[in-house]
């Protein structure tokens, strides 16, 4: 069966998927943007951006986030895959 489970965007940011994804949609001039202020997400919106990618140690980072997130949850995923 289908599941959904919502996430919060804090969530979401922490697992460096945010990053990811955005990296992504630079490609076509496009970003989710998060709105923080002192931790906490105000707003959530997508945007029209000029500038593509991230710097070195944004991109250092988001690479380390991703695959933590990814090496913690593999099992999880793949047991999710084979309930296709």
Known sequence: MDTIEKKTWSEFRETG???FINSILHLFGWAIVLR????????VYPARV???????DVTSEGYR????WFTENAEDLYK???MI
């Not at 923080?36 to 707003?43: A, N, T, Y």
């Not at 000029?50 to 070195?56: A, N």
């Not at 986030?65 to 933590?68: F, G, I, M, S, Y």
């Open 50 to 56: 000029t500038f593509r990618g991230f710097s070195e």
């Open 17 to 19: 998927l945010v990053w």
């Open 80 to 82: 999710e895959s084979e």
């Open 65 to 68: 986030k991703v695959t933590k």
């Open 36 to 43: 923080v202020d002192k931790g906490e997400i105000l707003e």
